[in-house]
């Protein structure tokens, strides 16, 4: 049974570059979840996909964005890089049927450097 | 504002005793809460978590305890062991309203190595 998977695993990119990052959710899951860690930080919600739509979204700028696809993989692009995008991108999954009151399941991440 | 606060940065334990490691949060609407373990170069693996209907939940040597009251979770491990040394993250949820509104709010993480 995999489990949730991201690539790449590491990314380094220039500043003002954009950059998409991919995750493919837990078999079974339909609901995807994109988090930010900075260092030293606990991961911080992006937003989530339900049904190739935004369904909800927290406090980062437009030049983060997302998508859904029919097989329920979703991609994260983050346009005009800045040095403070560097961090761990973390993808999380869920069956939104079994959703109230589960724990989310989370990819190993994909470490984004922007120098 | 941080709504999850983990205070302790890092703790220390022998093998064998019991590591607590402590939550609090601001929102009293949260009504689900979980923590999550993480070891380097790995995504935040699963524990154990509590409804708030709840004020205990146990799941092998892991034990969680909710006190509403004071807004305040904490995590039991007995005993504990080296492989427990991992970054501890507490994290809770708003009440479920409908397809894609579940969003998790984390602390900053507690570091806990299991001496042994």
């Known amino acids: 049974d995999a489990g949730v998977t991201q690539s790449p695993t590491h990314l380094i990119k220039t500043r003002g570059q954009q950059v998409t990052l991919r995750c493919s959710p837990k078999s079974g899951h339909d609901t995807v979840s994109w988090y930010q860690q900075a260092l030293g930080q606990g991961p911080q919600f992006i937003f989530q996909y339900y049904e190739e739509e935004e369904r909800q979204r927290g406090n980062f700028p437009d030049r983060f964005s997302g998508h859904q696809f029919p097989n329920y993989s979703s991609e994260l692009n983050v346009n005009a890089l800045l040095l403070g995008d560097s961090a761990l991108y973390l993808c999380?999954?869920?069956?939104?049927?079994?959703?109230?009151?589960?724990?989310?399941?989370f990819g190993n991440g994909t470490r984004l450097t922007v120098t | 504002d941080q709504q999850v606060k983990q205070n302790s940065p890092s703790l220390s334990v022998q093998e064998g005793r019991i590591s607590i490691l402590n939550c609090d949060y601001t929102?009293?609407?949260?009504?689900?809460f979980l923590w999550y373990k993480k070891y380097p170069a790995e995504g935040p693996t699963f524990l154990i978590s509590?409804?708030?209907?709840?004020d205990k939940n146990e799941d092998g040597r892991f034990t969680v305890f909710l006190n509403k009251s004071a807004k305040h979770l904490s995590l039991h491990i007995v005993p504990s062991q080296p492989g427990d040394s991992a970054v501890y993250f507490c994290a809770a949820s708003l009440p479920y309203s409908g397809a894609g509104s579940y969003q998790l709010t984390f602390g900053k993480g507690t570091k806990l190595s299991v001496i042994p």
């Open positions: 929102n009293s609407m949260f009504d689900y």
């Open positions: 999380a999954s869920i069956r939104r049927a079994g959703s109230y009151n589960s724990p989310l399941h």
């Open positions: 509590i409804s708030s209907i709840k």
